[in-house]
């Protein structure tokens, strides 16, 4: 709350994010794109400031724009138009006709609930089957992207025509992760033969001098979803032990781990970590001492591979030894080790 109160004093704007989200990286384009200045607090979402659970006590998410004497706002595309409304003359993102605002607020919201899940029910589909389903259905939603860039460009550089617009700062933020998708499950999303347009548009974006420094890294987004995959792995491996051990299942002991309260706090989010290490007094602390010396912001995805290999077999150690844990009756140690 004492940086809350510093802002108040210094009457400035504060964004409480995350460098690796998207929605938060969206915030960022807006204002860089019409010059405002604000200070950014890098929020770790593994374990949730004060200022970010009472700014945003509703969804607990970030981003937030945090301003002097006035309540905090929520939610990327609530923020940005929130802006776009603050500062209408200073790089304006969306047309003065009212019909043509709305029908750029459907794409963007189509984006965001249509388009965009599909990146995380890619990751989180076991069977090959069900993911060559969805990178059939992500490859038909990126022609229809290209149709809508045509639409709306009319022959110029960006979806707003000759400079940054709406569409482009919310389609723009995910261009990372699109990236990244498309190395890790090996296929186009942007495609020279299927949508050259949105192929030299991105190169655009991610050149744009007031866009490129706020644009996720390929190597974060990396890290980011090899970690929250290891983590998923071991939590799903112990909870089927748990689940197939004859012993834990004839005794229902108040010492024995239940495994529902153990494991509901798996991740299922790409988001989840803002970066690898955590916040000094959180209690994973040691987790990030394991992990953060392996990892450098220019990493290959071949060298992050390579890590998740070691990473693996350090996990691999620490569930045999929680394991052992609930044999001892000592439920304490084995959430901790876990």
Not at 100 to 105: C, G, H, P, T
Not at 113 to 134: D, F, M, Q, S, W
Request: net charge positive; hydrophobic share 40%.
């Amino acid at each position: 709350m004492h940086q809350y109160n510093s802002m108040e004093e210094s009457n400035q704007i504060m964004l409480l994010g995350t460098a690796a989200s998207p929605y938060v990286n969206r915030v960022q384009f807006v204002l860089n794109l019409k010059s405002i200045k604000y200070e950014f607090i890098e929020e770790n979402l593994a374990c949730k400031s004060d200022l970010l659970l009472a700014s945003n006590p509703v969804l607990k998410k970030v981003p937030v724009l945090l301003q002097a004497n006035k309540p905090p706002l929520c939610e990327s595309l609530i923020i940005i138009d929130y802006l776009e409304e603050i500062y209408p003359n200073v790089h304006k993102l969306l047309p003065s006709d009212p019909l043509d605002r709305a029908i750029i607020r459907f794409w963007a919201n189509y984006m965001d609930n249509e388009v965009l899940p599909l990146y995380e029910k890619l990751r989180c589909t076991p069977h090959k089957e069900g993911k060559e389903a969805i990178i059939k259905q992500i490859i038909e939603e990126s022609s229809l992207i290209e149709k809508t860039h045509i639409k709306f460009s009319n022959g110029k550089s960006y979806f707003g025509g000759e400079d940054v617009g709406y569409l482009d700062v919310v389609f723009g933020s995910f261009i990372g992760w699109t990236r990244f998708v498309e190395k890790h499950y090996n296929f186009k999303i942007f495609d020279l033969v299927r949508t050259p347009n949105l192929v030299e548009w991105a190169e655009r974006m991610t050149s744009h001098e007031v866009i490129k420094d706020s644009t996720a890294s390929t190597a974060w987004i990396a890290l980011i979803l090899i970690f929250t995959t290891l983590i998923d792995h071991q939590f799903n491996r112990l909870k089927h032990d748990h689940r197939s051990s004859k012993s834990l299942s004839k005794r229902k002991s108040p010492s024995r781990v239940d495994a529902s309260s153990i494991f509901r706090c798996a991740p299922q989010s790409f988001f989840l970590f803002s970066r690898v290490g955590f916040c000094a007094d959180c209690s994973c602390r040691s987790v990030s001492t394991t992990v953060k010396p392996l990892f450098e912001d220019g990493a290959t995805l071949e060298m992050l591979e390579k890590k998740e290999k070691v990473l693996l077999k350090k996990s691999n150690a620490k569930v045999e030894q929680a394991k052992e844990f609930p044999r001892a009756k000592n439920k304490r140690a084995a959430v901790h080790s876990v």
